[in-house]
């Protein structure tokens, strides 16, 4: 019951957010909302206000904000309404659909500083080596205790962890280019990381176990760094599922999410007392909100992204395209996803009950 209420919680923050970012511009640009609705399927609650029914539905999967003559056809005396989603210009459009994913960002920033602030708890770490492991790659390198990592092949490090998720998600073998800096001097080295047989993964020979604990203005900065760690692991973890370096047991909807990574979180967390409860569903909201809003932006059919793509082709062509076109992609693309999402269910499903 725990894991029930802690995800339908999480998930509701994290739509609530997205939903209220394509509210709140779609009043900005006179755009009329018909229904603000959080999750999906059949409507156990709602009222109405303004001319706008709030609804709360039965699954809490999902959830929507629908305009007025969003799908691009007229009422029934073949002319858009005052308050029609195509009657607002390309500009005002385009900052409505765009506003839910900016949002999803704005409350992982939020929610990224509110972690950063439990400093008593949470292990924030820069990326240093404080310690080089003897015969490592890092040590064969010329590389001592101490030196700070910058990059990786080009790649800006902020925080530890993620040379860690670039070993994991980004590394395809051979040497690498490392730029570190020691004593204020900035020096630059060809690495081989080197396979560790206890869990088959490549390591640069290099630990850190001093705690970083932010102060004042320290905290913002910080606070982006996480927000911009998760967004490299939500961008790194697509592409790893489109290069097949993802198996279907590492993939979850949203039966796998509560069951696996919710309720598991919690399970491990809770021994430790509330705040670790708390910092972990925060850190979990955090994730959800930075995916929701990246997978928002592809450009998909029926998602964001996809409608974003409509609108910037009505700019470059100077007209719309036509809106029964447009809404037959859309549809199809809605199939797609109803397809998938059974096909995550049961994937859910298989994760859970088979091992």
């Not at 994730?287 to 928002?296: D, R, T």
Request: net charge negative.
């Amino acid at each position: 019951m725990v894991t029930l209420i802690l995800f339908i919680v999480i998930f509701g923050v994290v739509v609530i957010a997205h939903e209220f970012g394509h509210f709140l511009l779609a009043k900005a640009n006179g755009i009329h909302v018909v229904e603000f609705a959080v999750g999906m399927g059949p409507t156990i609650c709602g009222f109405k206000k303004k001319g706008t029914k709030y609804s709360l539905k039965l699954f809490p999967i999902g959830g929507a904000c629908m305009f007025e003559g969003e799908d691009g056809l007229a009422d029934k005396d073949g002319e858009e309404t005052e308050g029609s989603f195509q009657k607002a210009s390309v500009w005002g459009r385009i900052s409505t659909v765009v506003a839910g994913p900016v949002f999803n960002f704005i409350l992982a920033i939020i929610i990224a500083f509110i972690m950063v602030n439990m400093t008593d708890i949470i292990a924030i770490r820069d990326p240093v080596a404080t310690q080089v492991v003897e015969g490592g790659g890092a040590q064969l390198a010329g590389m001592q205790d101490g030196d700070e990592i910058i990059s990786i092949n080009g790649e800006r490090m902020r925080l530890y962890q993620e040379i860690s998720l670039y070993m994991q998600a980004s590394y395809s073998g051979g040497d690498i280019k490392v730029v570190y800096e020691r004593d204020g001097t900035r020096n630059t080295t060809m690495l081989t990381p080197q396979l560790d047989e206890a869990t088959g993964a490549y390591m640069l020979g290099v630990i850190n176990a001093d705690y970083v604990e932010p102060k004042g203005f320290e905290t913002l900065k910080y606070a982006w760094y996480e927000m911009r760690y998760s967004v490299k692991a939500t961008y790194k973890s697509l592409g790893m599922i489109f290069r097949g370096k993802v198996s279907r047991k590492d993939v979850a909807g949203p039966v796998g999410i509560a069951v696996n990574v919710v309720g598991k979180t919690y399970e491990s967390a809770k021994d430790y007392g509330w705040q670790s409860v708390l910092l972990s569903m925060l850190n979990i909201t955090l994730m959800l909100s930075v995916n929701l809003g990246i997978l928002n932006l592809l450009p998909i059919p029926a998602l964001d992204g996809g409608r974003l793509v409509f609108l910037f082709l009505e700019i470059i062509r100077g007209k719309p395209i036509p809106p029964e076109k447009e809404g037959m992609v859309h549809f199809a693309g809605l199939m797609f996803f109803m397809v998938l999402m059974v096909f995550i269910f049961f994937n859910d499903l298989a994760n859970i009950f088979i091992k």
